[in-house]
């Protein structure tokens, strides 16, 4: 199993940035697809970005070009960097991580094992 740690949200003013950083123990990192996902409450959870193992990513329409997820293996953390954010973007951020089986791994239910997430607030 693979145990995960997200960190690094805060208060941030629209325009601004703030990295994401989702630190994973337990497991080799490139067994797994790492996803991050945000929920606002009442709302489903949002997939926004996955890093698979052989290095491809994946991009929500909400956050192509704003978000980059990037991996270190050395430190087993995932981080994703973001930019230009906007008051849509506040909610609380979860990292996650699947096997890597080739599925497309954009929805939550395709993920097994998931951090306690992180609170980012954008103000206007």
């Known amino acids: 199993d693979v145990q995960l740690q997200a960190s690094g949200g805060g208060l941030v003013q629209a325009g601004g940035s703030l990295r994401l950083s989702c630190a994973a123990s337990?497991?080799?990192?490139?067994?797994?697809?790492i996803g991050w996902f945000r929920r606002v409450p009442g709302k489903e959870r949002e997939g926004l970005s996955h890093?698979?193992?052989?290095?491809?990513?994946y991009y929500a329409d909400s956050v192509k070009g704003r978000f980059t997820i990037s991996s270190d293996n050395a430190k087993s953390t995932v981080y994703l960097q973001m930019n230009s954010l906007k008051p849509e973007d506040t909610a609380v951020y979860y990292c996650?991580?699947?096997?890597?089986?080739?599925?497309?791994?954009?929805?939550?239910?395709?993920?097994?094992?998931w951090g306690q997430g992180t609170l980012v607030t954008v103000s206007s």
């Open positions: 337990g497991s080799r990192l490139d067994d797994f697809v």
């Open positions: 890093i698979k193992s052989d290095g491809r990513t």
């Open positions: 996650a991580a699947g096997w890597d089986l080739g599925l497309g791994m954009r929805t939550d239910n395709e993920y097994d094992y």
